[in-house]
């Protein structure tokens, strides 16, 4: 199976912007949809945002227009590009994948925002 390992969380001030990757240890050529989850201290894990195997994304209420979710084949790579952050936004992101027949996730990623 395929891992994900995420990177570039940190801490960052109101207004400031973090780009998030989530690499993957295979290829994602053939994956059906990946996304970005969060979990912040004390609630459900929400979904962020997704993009399927042909390039459609969706992002939550939420992050519209602040969020960009994008991938990059040849790298095997899923990105999250977030501006205008806020400290609602603090929570642990994880990355996940589906593929045909199973799915993945990777460990997770501290964002924090605050000033």
């Known amino acids: 199976q395929v891992q994900l390992v995420e990177s570039g969380g940190g801490l960052v001030q109101p207004g400031g912007s973090l780009r998030l990757s989530c690499a993957a240890s295979g290829s994602i050529f053939s994956i059906r949809a990946m996304g970005w989850y969060r979990q912040a201290p004390g609630k459900q894990r929400e979904s962020v945002a997704t993009?399927?195997?042909?390039?459609?994304?969706n992002y939550a209420d939420s992050v519209k227009g602040r969020f960009t979710i994008s991938r990059d084949n040849a790298k095997n790579t899923m990105y999250l590009q977030m501006n205008s952050l806020k400290p609602e936004d603090t929570a642990v992101y994880s990355c996940w994948g589906s593929w045909s027949t199973y799915e993945s996730w990777g460990q997770g990623t501290q964002v924090t925002v605050s000033s």
């Open positions: 993009i399927t195997s042909g390039g459609s994304t």
